[in-house]
């Protein structure tokens, strides 16, 4: 088994009952976006408020960068290892670079918004985009990160994830307060076949990404997370009349 940035893998029932579980939930956001009134308007916050959200958000960010390097740095001293040398090839590492490139380009060339709202709103969702995955992700794998990192396993396992869950929450945060964001059938379908995806992951162990399967299965629901951000910048739908519309019935979005 490597020995750097990998996690021990599912089996048996657990195996089974992490793939149901994700299943579930799935077929939750697709009754949610069959059902539910559609499409949902991001929030129209005041500037003071929208201030103190990309505080929040910037020290989050920082946070994280602090206490992984220390991991890191702890890691390197418990096994007494250089860094990289253990590491193994990225393979998922430029799609994900990729995407988060391309998800800034489309959300900054996006609407009739100032540019500075652009830019600072596609800042966000392509954060955004790595969010999506990687809340589910850290779910699934935190408790069974390997090797532990001693002396002090749980305490660096909490170092590392707790930062991580602040940045994700204060993005979505921001994502719900952005007035360029809309919450439609798309997005929930997109994120039901993003834990889908995870599901099919699961059912075969969820193991690290060294694999063609595993790493088929990591790239396809990464780039579908980054899929699920693009659809909250969708253009609304105009009448014939060309005006702009919007629909809460089930059957729009």
């Known amino acids: 088994m490597p020995q750097y ?28 976006g069959i059902w539910l009134p559609l499409p949902v308007r991001g929030g129209r916050a005041g500037r003071t408020a ?61 609407g009739s918004a100032g540019v500075g709202t652009r830019l600072a709103t596609a800042a966000v969702g392509a954060v955004a985009g790595l969010s999506f995955f990687e809340f589910p992700f850290q779910l699934i794998i935190m408790t069974r990160m390997y090797p532990p990192v001693l002396p002090d396993p749980i305490f660096y396992r909490a170092l590392l994830n707790v930062p991580l869950f602040g940045v994700e929450i204060t993005t979505l945060l921001l994502l719900r307060l952005s007035p360029m964001v809309r919450l439609t059938r798309a997005t929930r379908c997109c994120l039901a076949l993003m834990l889908a995806v995870f599901a099919a992951w699961a059912g075969t162990g969820f193991g690290y990404p060294l694999t063609p399967l595993p790493i088929t299965l990591n790239i396809v629901a990464k780039l579908l997370s980054f899929a699920v951000v693009l659809t909250l910048f969708l253009p609304r739908q105009r009448s014939r009349g060309g005006a702009s519309r919007d629909c809460g019935r089930p059957r729009c979005g």
């Open 5 to 32: 940035g990998t996690w021990f893998t599912y089996a048996g029932a657990a195996r089974i009952w992490l793939a149901a579980g994700l299943l579930v939930a799935a077929g939750a956001l697709v009754w949610a």
């Open 50 to 110: 929208m201030r103190a959200a990309y505080l929040a958000w910037v020290a989050a960010m920082v946070l994280f960068v602090v206490c992984f390097v220390s991991y890191v740095r702890q890691y390197v001293h418990a096994y007494h290892i250089s860094l990289g040398m253990a590491e193994p090839r990225q393979h998922v590492a430029p799609v994900t670079f990729l995407a988060v490139v391309a998800v800034f380009i489309t959300i900054a060339t996006l």
